[in-house]
């Protein structure tokens, strides 16, 4: 006789286990770790959240206090590994197996661990490449979250950070999997349900509210005039020629220029209402003037940003707010949406190779990509047009089109050295020296060459669209690598061939004078002006105070 | 701290009358230049003063390619250099020569 409720048998038997140390769905902190070593088994797939932003920091701590006599090879499935007890599991036995998406925070550790050969890495994913693979082959068995509050019934209320939750409790709560969620606190009544309790088991009270990393703070005093260049640059040779309005920016200096650049230089340019309308964005303190001066329709974000929560609640006509006022994030929609329905990323990155391959590896640090692939590629999937999308589509074929097809664009902003005179651009990525080492099947790319469109830095814009051959790419790519040794070796005589074509422009080429190139064309000028910019109701973190 | 002087032939007299412009502060990683219009036509100088030694080919790279863009004919540029890169270098010399012309504008 075939067995077809094996899993949802199993699903009981951890319940009854865990049962014992709970009452209802309550459980004492005391209890946390004897409850995780009841509930969770030996070769487990669990995601521990461990998102880019909020951390299950308690139960990660729990977790990694178990015994790994009892606890051992586990497979962690997912997507931020942040803390150091993320790491602490599998030096210690806890964990064996990983896969994920970004480790910003641990990049260091990871590569460390990973040398030892404490780690047996699956892969590097882009988020929803990871949630899609929790509902076909990656469903955890049991998924640690974290929430503002829970009531009695484990309803639970995310606040702005919502995040990666639902969709990794809906992948494991409908496939007989166990949720426990570690909670700032108990309530009678929540603001509002972002996951319904009869998907939750387990509620557990933490010690002190859980960790959130602010990520998405940048200090415009820290703005560069030759990041101001880059993002006039932008702003004129990109946004203003194609029209962009929906759109994403990932994070970095040079993206929060171009923000700080809205309601000034690009305002000059008569760009209101005409370029970066729409948005799928982290809420960047940054774009705060820019909303103010009335440029932005509106924001879905991926998650939130510490300090923004009254801001967003003040301005709901520009965010996703839920019924209690406050803001709603979902990492899995905002990842389709800008994936699907923007018409341009940009982002930065760290290396960049003569096919225009970016990679944010570097030597002994393993990042992961979190969003950035999915966001910086062209969506094969895509069937509605839009004028952007559509001259994209044109540049990129010389003559009848055909068939039509529009493209996405994709642009990489950089200054061409990072710190410590340290090139972008590069011969060869160091991403391929690293898949070597730790003997990965994929050197890990973070936007393919043949998805990027434009690259932007202080020398220019290389317009990718636009080149005919791979030597034309080449020096195009050269033609904007400023006195890096890439730079220094273009061919001069191709350059101006391929800046007579507009494949290449210079400052000079878009009309841009360098001496407005200077910190007072910034809306703001330190975090101090955004909150004043926000009417006070930015907070911004205690690290960023410097007043 | 190293001293570099550089002499280029420039194809044309740089524009404008106005005899000296500043760009530029000297803190650390940025840099402060100094142009002045005190040579023959199609003379071109440029005197830099740095904490980074081992650097000279690559600021000869960024000088040549001042000359090359912008013909500074005539001017002599003094380079404070704070430790900046050569990207923030070349802005800032763009921006000198730009600078000094302005009154032709």
Redesign the interface.
Known sequence: MAEWNKRKLQREARLAAGAKFARGKLVDQAAATALLEAVIRPGDRICLEGDNQKQADFLAACLANASPQTLHDLHVVQSGIVLPEHIDLFEKGIAKRLDYSYSGPQSYALSRVLKSGKIELGAIHTYIELFGRYFVDLTPHVALTVARSADREGNLYMGPNTEDSPVAVEATAFKDGVVIAQVNEVVEKLPRVDVPGDRVDFVVIAPKPFYVEPLFTRDPAKI???QI?AAMMAIKGIYAEYGIKRLNHGIGFNTAAIELLLPTYADRLGLKGKIATHWALNPHPTLIPAIESGWVEQIHSFGSEVGMDAYMRARSDIYFTGRDGSMSSNRMYCQVAGLYATDLFIGSTLQIDLNGNSSTVTEDRIAGFGGAPNMGSDAHGRRHPSEPWLKAGREAVDGDQGLKRGRKLIVQIV???SEK?VPVFVEKLDSLDLTKKFKLELAPVMIYGDDVTHIV???GIANLLLCRSAEEREQAIRGIA??TDVG?ARDRKMVEKLRERKVIRW??DLGI???N?QRSMLAARSIEDLMHWSGNLYEPPSKFRNW | METLSYRHTAARRAAGSKAMAIVGVVTSGNLEVMVERCLPDLECQVDIATSAEGFGDLWGAVVADLVERHSPGGLKFSINDGGARPDTVSLRLAQAARLIEEDSL
Request: charged share 30%.
């Open positions: 560069t005039e030759t260049l200054e061409s050295f005179t830095s202080e020398e400023g006195f220094r400052p000079e004078n360098p001496l190139a």
